[in-house]
T-cell receptor
Framework: IAGITQAPTSQILAAGRRMTLRCTQD?????MYWYRQDLGLGLRLIHY???????GKGEVPDGYSVSRANTDDFPLTLASAVPSQTSVYFC?????????????FGPGTRLTVL | GQNIDQPTEMTATEGAIVQINCTYQ??????LFWYQQHAGEAPTFLSY??LDGLEEKGRFSSFLSRSKGYSYLLLKELQMKDSASYLC??????????WGAGTKLIIKP
């Protein structure tokens, strides 16, 4: 693989179900990010990780959790999905967290919660 | 507080020039990014400005005025493939990106 991959590409989920969105990068980037993108709004940061073993909350963290057990993987979990979490989710990475390095994005996961 | 604003939609003609503006307000600033996003795809990096002035990269140029909280993306010799959304984002004092809602650019033949 090259760059960032996300899985699944799309998912329809019943409200109340648990769901994990997967993100893997092979660029050995230190920092990784989860965003959601909704029509008419800019990308909003959910959670981030500056380096393996550390995570932080972004602008809209409620209802989501993340882990960063190693450099490559950064899964996002919805413990109990609600319809307001219907969105397109993008994972991104950059080589450094406390720098102005460019963020590179995965292809996105389109999630619908019914 | 922090905010960022850009027009929702613009229309231009193939072969022409278009300027997409972005204004922002923030107390901490570490640069201004522009990304391109085709429908249904991921955002891809176009440019980064941290100093005032114009950065030219082929058909695309980006300008920054830090004192005015203003940036623009200039696209020359427009092609149909330039039809996309253009996202501006500034990097705040915590090195996090604050994103505008994007400008949808429609190119007509």
């Amino acid at each position: 693989i090259a760059g960032i991959t996300q899985a699944p590409t799309s998912q329809i989920l019943a409200a109340g179900r648990r769901m994990t969105l997967r993100c893997t990068q092979d660029m050995r980037h230190n920092a990784m990010y989860w965003y959601r993108q909704d029509l008419g709004l800019g990308l909003r940061l959910i959670h981030y990780s500056n380096t393996a073993g550390t995570t932080g909350k972004g602008e809209v963290p409620d209802g989501y959790s993340v882990s960063r057990a190693n450099t490559d993987d950064f899964p996002l979990t919805l413990a109990s999905a609600v319809p307001s979490q219907t969105s397109v989710y993008f994972c991104a990475s950059s080589s450094g967290a406390t720098s102005t390095d460019t963020q590179y994005f995965g292809p996105g996961t389109r999630l619908t919660v019914l | 507080g922090q905010n960022i604003d850009q027009p929702t939609e613009m229309t231009a003609t193939e072969g022409a020039i278009v300027q997409i503006n972005c204004t922002y307000q923030t107390s901490g600033f570490n640069g201004l990014f522009w990304y391109q996003q085709h429908a249904g795809e991921a955002p891809t990096f176009l440019s980064y400005n941290v100093l005032d002035g114009l950065e030219e990269k082929g058909r695309f140029s980006s300008f920054l005025s830090r004192s005015k909280g203003y940036s623009y993306l200039l696209l020359k010799e427009l092609q149909m493939k330039d039809s996309a959304s253009y996202l501006c984002a500034f990097m705040d004092s915590n090195y996090q990106l604050i994103w505008g809602a994007g400008t949808k650019l429609i190119i007509k033949p």
